[in-house]
């Protein structure tokens, strides 16, 4: 943690409001894309992105200053996240004995890829792809689920997921294998997807 | 060594996370194993996607949305300091 960010979190345990903003506005799309991968919905994912950061705010005091404020947002994010899951769980399971009419489940989602230079047909393509991916990703089990998501889109190295998780190095390894190879077999039904678009998966 | 044991290495490998020693170990066994070669392919084929998920823009309203309720639990805890 640099200077500024010790300033602000002493600022922010004194209930600054703004120091908490700035200590957290560069993690603000972070969170809320950690948090799209375990709702799937824009609303929920925000919602609960925001919940995390309160929860940030609250317990800004119980930050210790030998970690950092991106492993310490990311594991309340994780921890928020599987919280509403269960929440939602639990509403949709009364929902269902009140009112299955309408269908839906919510967990349908429309993905948004930003404007680029591919043609219609390849943007269809890689947005279909794309919501494969996040669909299969979202359906592995939680641990998997988890690890993926911090290591292949968020980037984060073996040292950091170590922390956030509170696993070993070696945990890290072994966990992040199993999660690809699952996701590479459950992957391995949509061929024809990924095949026009010059894959290597047979 | 089994093929089990270089598909250990795969995920690893991919990473960057295995020593000089490992790595060529590996690179050595899937010139002779197509299995392990597909397998490391496959894997790479899929991280490889993963990398590149669009991230979702930010909603409009959300900083505002966060400001306002952080103001709010701030205004509660302090009240409350004050009271007691
Ligand atoms: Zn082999």
């Known amino acids: 943690m640099d200077l500024d960010e010790e300033k602000l979190v002493e600022r922010a345990c004194n209930g600054d409001v703004e120091a908490f903003e700035q200590l957290i506005e560069p993690y603000h799309s972070m969170v809320y894309n950690l948090a799209f991968h375990y709702l799937k919905e824009y609303h929920d994912a925000s919602e609960a992105a925001q919940e995390a950061f309160l929860r940030a705010f609250k317990a800004v005091k119980t930050f210790k200053k ?27 399971r ?32 890689q947005k279909a792809i794309q919501k494969v991916i996040r669909d299969e990703i979202s359906k ?20 950091e ?28 039904k949509y061929r024809e997807l990924f095949n026009t678009n010059g894959s290597q998966i047979k | 060594m089994y093929c089990e044991n270089y598909r250990e290495m795969i995920s690893p490998y991919i990473d960057g996370m295995l020593t000089e020693n490992e790595r060529a170990i590996l690179e050595k066994h899937v010139l002779d194993c197509d299995e ?24 409009v309203d959300f ?19 004050n009271s007691s």
């Open chain 1, 66 to 92: 030998n970690s950092t404020i991106k492993t310490w947002l990311y594991r309340i994010t994780i921890n928020t996240c599987l919280d509403t899951i269960k929440k939602k769980k639990n509403e949709k």
């Open chain 1, 94 to 125: 009364l929902i269902y004995i009140n009112e299955a009419k309408d269908g839906s489940d919510g967990s349908e989602i429309e993905l948004q890829i930003p404007s680029s230079d591919l043609k219609p047909d390849q943007i269809l393509e």
């Open chain 1, 140 to 159: 592995l089990p939680k641990d998997s689920k988890t690890i993926l998501i911090l290591r292949d889109f968020n980037d984060l190295s073996y040292e």
């Open chain 1, 161 to 188: 997921i170590a922390k956030i998780l509170n696993i070993s190095l070696g945990t890290v390894k072994s966990r992040l294998s199993r999660a690809r190879n699952s996701l590479k077999d459950n992957l391995l």
């Open chain 2, 36 to 59: 392990c070669k597909n397998e490391l392919e496959e894997i790479k084929f899929v991280t490889e996607h993963c990398h590149q998920l669009e991230k979702m823009p930010l909603p």
């Open chain 2, 63 to 81: 900083k505002e949305q966060l400001h306002s309720k952080l103001v709010n639990i701030e205004g509660i805890r302090h009240n409350s300091r």
